[in-house]
């Protein structure tokens, strides 16, 4: 046996000591003793690895909690639209055929009254056509005259004269638009207004297909917001909107209104359901075409679970919180969305009032992590 240079006292081999192989002194019983106690001590329980057993203790410094409420909560539906003119109180006109733009009587921007000449257009084509239509419906006529005095003679069979009848009932029916093509050689405002839109030129060839003048009440517009069909399902006629410009609340206050109708079909474009407003109050003159951001009322839950904002984690199409236990533990929690306001979201499943949730740092947090309260 080795002796140390410092006081001669024994040097011993730990490990072969622990193992048995040599004689063991005292003092090396001691050593060997507290060797095992040490490694012991370090090794960890159940069969985990000394890294799993640090990832499932992991302290969260600078995380804050707060309790979720029940308290009531005013539930909303947000979206965009845009300002329309409502039916009724809106027209778009254009030629009744081919033609060509003879006069134009106002521009765009001007006030019209109902009944006001608009844009004339060349007549003869209109006059040539009902003049025609007048004589066929002579000539049907005297035919159908003839066939029901034969019928009645027993010289032509009855289907004679329904034939007869038909023809003369078309005759009539194309008499009527020709009539109608003929009147709408001038355009007259069907509805007291201003002219919102104009592309009519003078002297320029058109047809029935080519709008050409808007004409529109402005004190009666609408704002058609596009919503999802759950939001929609939730939307009543009669609930208060509140309206702001732009694409957010951020913009400026443009007054209140009443969801007026809901619509019945999702558009096939833009697979959303278009809820008419009408605006009662604006703050300022709308424009038709122009974005609005509105905000339903859609109901009150007198005992909503509320949680602040901050403590909503987004995972997928979904939300999580984390749950704090008694032991201060997180625990995550997969959590229904209903409805928001500037600072808190409503839980309308997966956590109760009174939990404890994880708000500032949820981000930075894993299940089953320690939460170690920051201070504020």
């Avoid at 006629?237 to 957010?248: H, I, L, N, Y």
């Avoid at 913009?251 to 605006?279: F, K, N, P, Q, W």
Wanted: charged share 20%; hydrophobic share 50%.
């Amino acid at each position: 046996m080795r002796r140390s240079r410092v006081g001669r006292l024994p040097l011993v081999d730990v490990p072969q000591l622990a193992a048995g192989r040599r004689a063991v002194s005292p003092l090396a019983a001691v050593l060997v003793g507290v060797w095992q106690l040490a490694a012991g001590s370090c090794a960890p329980s159940g069969g985990e690895t000394e890294s799993e057993a640090r990832a499932n203790v992991q302290a969260v410094v600078g995380a804050r909690t707060a309790v979720a409420a029940v308290a009531p909560f005013e539930r909303t539906v947000s979206a965009l639209g845009v300002v329309a003119p409502r039916p009724g109180r809106y027209a778009d006109l254009g030629a009744p055929g081919p033609t060509r733009v003879t006069s134009i009587h106002v521009v765009a921007g001007q006030a019209v009254r109902a009944g006001d000449a608009l844009i004339e257009f060349d007549r003869g084509p209109f006059d040539a056509a009902a003049r025609s239509a007048e004589a066929a419906v002579t000539v049907a006529r005297n035919a159908h005259d003839r066939a029901v005095r034969l019928a009645a003679a027993g010289i032509l069979p009855r289907k004679d004269v329904d034939q007869a009848a038909a023809d003369l009932a078309q005759a009539e029916a194309t008499l009527v638009s020709a009539q109608r093509a003929q009147a709408l050689a001038t355009l007259h405002a069907p509805v007291a207004g201003v002219v919102t839109r104009m592309t009519a030129v003078l002297g320029a060839n058109v047809d029935a297909a080519q709008p050409l003048i808007e004409v529109a009440d402005l004190s009666a517009l609408d704002v058609v917001l596009d919503l999802t069909p759950a939001d929609a399902a939730r939307v009543r006629p009669g609930q208060r909107v509140a309206f702001w410009s732009g694409a957010s609340a951020a913009g400026d206050s443009l007054g209140t209104g009443v969801v007026g109708e809901v619509g019945a079909a999702v558009d096939s474009a833009t697979r959303a359901i278009h809820v008419r407003v009408r605006v009662g109050r604006a703050g300022r003159a709308l424009k038709i075409g122009e974005t609005i951001f509105g905000r339903i009322a859609a109901g009150v839950d007198l005992r909503a679970v509320m949680v602040p904002l901050e403590a909503l984690v987004p995972e997928g199409e979904r939300f999580k919180v984390f749950v704090v236990d008694s032991a201060g533990i997180a625990h995550a929690r997969e959590v229904t969305v209903g409805g928001r306001s500037e600072t808190a979201a409503e839980i309308t499943s997966g956590l109760v009032g009174g939990e404890t949730v994880v708000t500032y740092g949820a981000y930075g947090v894993s299940d089953s992590a320690r939460i170690v309260p920051a201070k504020p």
